[in-house]
């Protein structure tokens, strides 16, 4: 007879059928219901699964530029479709492959990592899944019928204006790459929500993984980094489509507001790929090493640094543009003080493995780690290199800096995500991946990498640029580009040895070996479906290692939660950062809903680029009412307090700051004010460009007062509605008019404000495509109106609720993000008054 | 050859054979004074660098393989903080001031004294090149960029369409021109000699193929060109160049270019009054022979797609030998 410890959670045995309870509710739909599956080991396998093909995809697209490139004056591929190529190439491997992957990796190892049964919105990221290969793959098919964007992946206007560059090929980039970016914040919502509500009891922020760490910074980077490459992408879709001046100098405009944009998002872009996988290599070596990571807390706070940081190093990609010396010297102070939290990673992980207690074992996860170290030092150090502004001036769009980031990225990203491979199969494979195969992979991977980079640091600093079709052949590049080439098809075969690696033993499912490794943390514990039986107490950064049952304990469900209490799906909600147990959420399952919704919502997007706008805007519809009917779903009744065993008894129903919807609804409103203020700073930096085309002097003067004083009593006006709404919200069960005749009269004033905002200025005759202020001007309203059309949806969906008998006093989640969302929307509308309406008097 | 130390020869000696002979493009051989002290900051980075990266693989090595004893010094949080913090904020400390004193000397340098403008246009894919004396006089020449040797020279850079950047690595960095903006660029040349140069901003189709040649001359050489690159084309009376040239304006060429002297007064395209005294046809893309112009003329779309000059195949075999007859003998 078996003993159970008497000081556990809970006791054992467990009762009959409470496993199969769980199976039962946590069970992936089968045959073509599988596309409706949310569970995060399904659909982060499919999400890795999607980024890999577009590694390969996009690797492929490589290979035929260095064919291209293998000799001088070569006419394989031709002038425009090798453009055509690298500029695909550069846009799949940054915005299909790398972003994506990491976040496939956050939804597939975070709830493992934390215990918990699920990321707190699990159709999001199915939803966010979607969108992302639909889109995808669109996107990428676009080579093979010549209407590739052409522009390069940083689509610099004004080459990628209508005028230099007409046809929708530049289009597909905008429209495509645009909607792919909302993707990601969704994923970036969940992760951030994830990791801060949803881990095991006992698990401070001090005792978090890395790799959580790691995420969490991504994911709050990538809040604060895409708006502003969403904002530029709106901006040149709108100058291309409507002939808004935004970048065209003759009119006020300027093509740097994009490379400022673009790259207040692209550098944060390169940590954003960088800093989950080092998050995933600081839980390996210490696991190849058998010993704790030495300089957790000098990590973390390395990490921080880094994300920080990496906000403020953007002008080191314009360093030629001739911008003024001060900024000069201070982009490259910033860009020399990022290498040092890189430096405290590498010797945190050098000293790791110098405190190993046994042999460092040698496997494929440690050749693939090894291989990193090396590359991304050298990586680092060229980048120390291009950060000196002399040099950079030499180095810049050469193919010296090719070299550089190639790096950066592949050793800093790449060569960690095949460590990550071989090392966390085992979580959802039945059998591991060969070592035969995979020192293979390596070393072919190591080998051809640095052959076909190396030589480009002396190619670049030879004179060649990058993105050059062709070269003649008496430069002297001949020889290091047919290295490069060389080196390249070495390195693709590596790839090609995994990917037989994977087709010969990669098998989705349970049963692989227990903890292959001897790891220290939760994701190789005992999982199912169902992610680990119960939920179990940490006490220390290696729970596996500190307490030796705990895997026998987690399964026989001896910790938190081994049961389904309410009969659904759900995790245990801790708080932010002591991790004490606060509610259960219920959490939804498989649905056609969130699937509809991205189908439509990526159709409407891609019509729009070939013009099919009929059509596009159904397509648009059909999105919002799938989006409707998903939500109608979720907010489920309160069941009552249950008992998730250690004498806790916790709600399953929580509004306000404690609820896991109240912070995804701020993390939203984050994300819109990280919009606006990339749009303030355009608004302004356009102006000491230009401030000859502003109002009153080049411009018709701004309309009288009274019109930002109305739109702004409306816009508090609403607010207050919304506020007495929420006073007066009815009791379970019943219905008050009063609430919805609120609501109604709230959203009408909201679209007031709008629109008198937008009349105001048509009636002193601002056109948007006369100047750059102009379009500025109309920019501010068409911002806050896509905040207004959102709010107005919600405020219906809210009054439907209501109706339905499914909002009241204390179920009331839906009114609360209306409530937000609202306020929110004033005001951002309110700082657009002040903006549009008082600088020019101000200056004026 | 720079004026570094001697290793600096010694490793651009190995690089220049790495890279096989010629080196006209190449910041390893620099020929002017802003990418001279630009090569000797990159080899000191260099060999720094490789030390580093050498440091961290006997680290590495150290830490995997040694014993219990040498290892131990590497397993605290000082250690970290010693080899993550300490040493490369004093490196950086050190590489962050000379790289500034590089930047300012490369900036402060005066402008020449005597009175020469040098603008440069970028433009789907060629390069505009205007000089204007003192007295405010101008000509255009194209692809082709004449300076005094030894006198820093500003040149003030501007784009008709869209991004270019202005790149001789034999000379200096690369500065971007910008619709809007005019961007001054001080180049010094240090010995006489032709370097080539060649568009480093991605410019759309033909971007590849935007090259073009500098020329350092001894000031009284430089001075006697300019008095002869500002007046009008040399007529020759030959037989085939009196033919060309009447072909040249009865086909409407002159429509988009210019040869100073002649009714062609076109604006869209190159300069042509001296295009036979240019090192290269087409922005570097094709040697400056008789031979060549013909075959631009023909074939231009394939030489270089996209470029915005029509291909003319309305002309006979004959015909085509004497335009190239005559373009080629505007020396």
Redesign the interface.
Known sequence: MQQYPAELPNKGPRPKGELEELERIWATPKGFRMLTAVNNTVIGTLYIGAALLFFVLAGILALLMRTQLAVPDNNFL???LY?QIFTVHGTTMMFLFAVPVVEALGVMLLPQMLAARDLPFPRLSAFAIWAYIIGGLVFFSTIFYDMAP???WFM?P??TLTE??PGSNADFWLLGIGFIEISAIAGAIEIIVGVLRTRPPGMTLAKMPIFAWAMLIFAAMIVFAFPAVILATMLLELERAFGWPFF???SGG???LWQHLFWFFGHPEVYIIFLPAAGLVSMMIPVMAQTPL??YR?IVVALIATGFFSFGLWVHHMF???IP?LS??FF??AS??V??PS??????W???????KSR?RVTVPSLFV?GF??IF??GG??G??VA???????A???YFIVAHLHYVLVGGMVFPLFATFYFWAPMVSRKMLSERLGRWAFWLMFIGFNTAFFPMH??G???M???????PG???????NLISTAGAFIMATGVLVFIIDLVRNFRFGRGGPENPWNAGTLEFLPNDVYSTRSIPHVTSRDPLWDQPDLAQQVREGLHYLPNAPTGGRETVITSVIEAKPQYVIQMPGPSWTHLAAAVFTAACFLLLTVKAVAIALTCGVLAIVSCIVWAWQLDRPDQGEVDIGGGIRLPTYMTGPMSHSWWAMVILMLVGASLFISYVFSYLYLWT?SPEVWAPGGSPALPPWTYPLGSALLLTGGSALVYWAEKRLPAAGRFSLLVPALLVLAAALLAGAVGLEVLGHVRTGLDPSANAYSAMVYMAAVLTGQAAFATIILCAFACGRLAAKRMDRERRITFDNAALLYWYTAAQGLCGLVLIHGFPRLIG | MSKGPLWTMAGTGL??L???????????TPAGA??E??NI??WI??IA?GL??VG??V??A?????GETL???????R???G???V???TV?SM??V???V???A??SAPPSDNGIRFVISGE?WWWRVTYFDADGNSFESANELHIPVGQPVRLELTTA???H?F?V?RL?????M????T??LTITATEEGVS?G????????????MSFHVVAQTPEDFEAWMAKESGPAVRSEAGPAVRGGQLFLDSGCGGCHAIRGTPAAGVIGPDLTHVGSRHSLAAATLPNTAEAFAHWIANNQHIK??NKMPPYNIFTRSELEDLAFYLESLQ
């Open positions: 031709g002038q425009d453009n052409k522009g390069g610099y004004p080459l230099y560059s065209t100098a003759a300027d093509a740097l030495v300089g000098l030629t543009t001739g010396g000069l010297a490259s102070a020399m003080a290498a040092i430096g405290i990673q590498v010797f945190s050098i000293a790791t493995i110098a405190t190993r460092f090894m170290l090396f030092v050298l150090l060229t120390v290199m000196v502004v002399p040099f950079d001036f030499q810049h769009d050469t002396i190619t600093l030879s004179g640029p990058r993105r050059v079709w062709t070269y008496y430069l002297g590049w001949d020889m290091l460009v | 690089l220049v790495l890279a096989g002979c010629n080196s006209e493009q190449s910041a390893f802003e990418a002290r630009i900051l990159f980075m260099t660098g580093i990266l961290v693989i680290l590495s150290v830490a995997i393989h040694a290892r131990s010094r590497l397993s605290s949080e250690f970290i903080i080899a993550g913090l040493f490369p904020v950086l590489l962050l000379y790289g500034f590089v930047l300012r490369g900036a789907q369409d869209v991004l950047s790149w690595p200096a960095g690369k500065l971007d910008i619709p809007g903006r961007n001054v080539r060649q568009c480093a901003e991605y410019c759309g189709g033909a971007h590849a193929l797609p996209e």
